[in-house]
Each structure stands twice: as C-alpha cells, then as structure tokens.
C-alpha cells in the first residue's frame, strides 16, 4: 500500500506562481511513476504532468512552457512547479502515483493511488 499527501495549494493571482508538493509513503519501491492531474466540477480529471523512476517526463499540451514536474530520487517527494499561472488553471489538483501489479487473469497491469486532493484557485 503506498499514501500520497499533498501540499501547496491555495489562492494566487493571474501570473503567479504555485508550487505543489506529494509526498509518498509506504511501498514506494514498488511504483513506476507519478504524477498530477487535476479536476474541475462536470469534468474528467486530466493529467497534468508526470514523471517515471527513470526522469522521463510527460505535459499535458496546457502545462508545457509553465510548469515543471520533478523529483531527486523514488524516495523523495514529487514537486509541481506552477508558472504564468492562468484563471483556467483553477482546479483540484491530485496527486498520482502507479504501481506495477500482476494477476493471473489481467496479467501485469497499472494500479493507480491518489491522494486526498488539493484546491488551487487562480483569481485576481
């Protein structure tokens, strides 16, 4: 079993800047990558960026140029660095985190964590 928290969301104003924090705990030697996505009310949650235990990094077409996913090693939390942030980048944002499984019947398969949830709110 592995536990996200997230941390640093809030309110901050057209143009600033956010820095999101996931921290994991548990059998975090067992997982493949993590990431954040984020949800508004009526819609899908999306990704937002993600990042494997190799570094590979991936952006949803939005984030790219503005904010950065990284993280020092598995073991060490997985930041979010938000910039130019925009009104449309108001959301709940959810910490993720993917873990390799195998049964009998699926075969190996992704099994997604996720944490509690985080408000972001970008408004003047």
């Known amino acids: 079993q592995v536990q996200l928290v997230e941390s640093g969301g809030g309110l901050v104003q057209p143009g600033g800047s956010l820095r999101l924090s996931c921290a994991a705990s548990?059998?975090?030697?067992?997982?493949?990558?993590m990431g954040w996505y984020r949800q508004t009310p009526g819609k899908q949650r999306e990704l937002v960026a993600s990042?494997?235990?190799?570094?590979?990094?991936n952006y949803a077409d939005s984030a790219k140029g503005r904010f950065t996913i990284s993280r020092d090693n598995v073991k060490t939390p997985v930041y979010l660095q938000m910039n130019s942030l925009k009104p449309e980048d108001t959301a709940v944002y959810y910490c993720?985190?993917?873990?390799?499984?195998?049964?009998?019947?699926?075969?190996?398969?992704?099994?997604?964590?996720w944490g509690q949830g985080i408000q972001v709110t970008v408004s003047s």
């Open positions: 548990g059998s975090i030697f067992s997982l493949n990558a």
């Open positions: 993720n985190a993917v873990e390799a499984r195998y049964s009998n019947t699926k075969g190996w398969y992704d099994y997604d964590y």
């Open positions: 990042i494997t235990n190799s570094g590979s990094t």
